[in-house]
């Protein structure tokens, strides 16, 4: 089991940018894919965007295309979101997530992080 923390959260004006961070606990290997997902009060936990560790092949929901931005760092292995022009329904907790299939499907994913809170005013 690969231990997942997250940061980078806070409270930002509509139209804002942060970064979020995931840092695991060890090093992933070739076929692992790390996601974010994201749960706002009242809803259910929803796909965000993923990464391949190591092909750096890379998928979006709908909602946040052309707005944030998914990498990673390898060598320290950490994954980053980069948010840029930030809704009012970006307002959520924010979760990471490792698995071992290229899906977007929430079941599939075997570590998540604790999650860290974003907040969008208006």
């Known amino acids: 089991q690969v231990q997942l923390v997250e940061s980078g959260g806070g409270s930002v004006q509509a139209g804002g940018s942060l970064r979020l961070s995931c840092a695991a606990s060890?090093?992933?290997?070739?076929?692992?894919?790390m996601a974010w997902f994201r749960q706002a009060p009242g809803k259910e936990r929803e796909f965000v965007a993923l990464?391949?560790?190591?092909?750096?092949?890379?998928l979006y929901a709908d909602s946040v295309k052309g707005r944030f931005t998914i990498s990673n760092d390898n060598p320290r292995n950490i994954m980053y979101l980069q948010m840029n022009n930030l809704k009012a329904e970006d307002t959520a907790i924010y979760y990471c997530?490792?698995?071992?299939?290229?899906?977007?499907?929430?079941?599939?994913?075997?570590?998540w992080g604790q999650g860290t809170q974003v907040t969008v005013a208006s």
């Open positions: 060890a090093r992933p290997f070739s076929r692992t894919v």
């Open positions: 997530a490792r698995a071992t299939q290229y899906t977007t499907s929430q079941s599939a994913y075997e570590d």
């Open positions: 990464i391949r560790w190591h092909g750096g092949s890379a």
